[in-house]
């Protein structure tokens, strides 16, 4: 059995989608039809930067989805590859369920890269600049991350964001709370903790007015039941009811995003197989969850001709 997944925020990177665009007509169509949605350049900022404008939230969401999309789109087009007949299940670490809900046909593309806009912006407004804060906790397990997010709270909120598996747990909330619970995770016996270079705590309580606005937004698109099931981030479990595809994307806003889980999961189910579209950052993951795994990370044009050989 087959996995397709999509990157989250953090894998974009000035020059993303360049050498697509350059060779392929479909690739090309996909960040026309993402430019006319949000009625900007974002191909231009995704090419030539510059990189402080990619990395702002309301851009990086759609043009990581645009991206991954765009491959796809060469695998269908050119390479004659349908996700449905080659993909038992998709899924995507945090904004990137978004397209794997886009590449399984439950949103349109502009659908997604309106969705995807306003999800940055509403992120990044829910929280004033300086008073948010995330780290990553390297050498832990997840128990641990959770009971030490717990003791340095303090009446603030700090939470597990992130579990990406391998020890890595990425944690979310109150600036001071997250820097008590970094010096707590030291103390007993993490490898590292890193103050993460983001603009905003995300997937913690302090997210509740942006997952506000992503209800308000998603109550208002048409959402159909996907080609094959995604595994939800915040169930870990797979959904192909457009209701409960909605709710749990509201959730996913304030929610773990549960990787470690998911992957698990899908690699319990029978899936052996992951293929990862627009970058390498999922498949190092996947590898440190499911050693086993076979994975492939398709970013080139020459890894779209591999992949689409393989299939």
Not at 96 to 104: D, F, V
Not at 158 to 170: K, Y
Not at 286 to 304: E, G, L, Q, W
Request: aromatic share 4%; net charge negative.
């Amino acid at each position: 059995m087959r996995a397709f997944i999509f990157p989250g925020q953090g894998s974009q990177a000035v020059g993303m989608g360049a050498d697509l665009a350059a060779a392929s007509a479909s690739a090309r169509a996909v960040f026309e039809e993402v430019d006319d949605a949000l009625g900007q350049a974002l191909s231009r900022v995704m090419a030539e930067g510059p990189a402080d404008d990619l990395t702002l939230t309301e851009n990086a969401q759609p043009a990581i989805m645009a991206n991954a999309i765009a491959v796809l789109r060469i695998l269908e087009g050119e390479g004659g590859i349908r996700l449905a007949d080659k993909a038992d299940f998709v899924a995507g670490h945090s904004l990137g369920e978004y397209s794997a809900l886009c590449a399984a046909q439950a949103f349109d593309l502009a659908t997604t890269a309106r969705l995807l806009k306003l999800r940055g912006r509403a992120m990044q407004a829910a929280v004033p600049v300086g008073e948010g804060a995330m780290a990553a906790l390297l050498g832990v397990d997840f128990a641990a991350a959770e009971a030490t997010c717990a003791d340095a709270a303090e009446g603030e909120v700090c939470q597990a964001a992130n579990d990406n598996g391998g020890g890595q747990v990425v944690i979310s909330g109150h600036k001071a709370a997250v820097e008590r619970a970094m010096a707590l995770a030291k103390e007993r016996g993490a490898k590292r903790a890193l103050a993460l270079p983001v603009s905003a705590p995300f997937h913690c309580a302090l997210m509740q007015p942006a997952a506000d606005a992503m209800a308000e937004a998603l109550g208002a698109v048409d959402l159909r039941a996907p080609l094959v099931p995604v595994y939800a981030n915040v169930t870990a479990t797979p959904a192909s009811d457009p209701a409960e595809i909605r709710d749990l994307l509201v959730r996913q806003v304030t929610g773990t995003v549960r990787w470690r889980e998911s992957v698990e999961a899908m690699w319990a189910a029978g899936v052996t197989d992951f293929v990862e579209l627009g970058s390498k950052v999922l498949g190092g993951m996947v590898k440190r969850i499911a050693p086993d795994a076979t994975v492939a990370s398709v970013v080139t044009m020459a890894d779209v001709e591999a992949l689409a050989a393989h299939l």
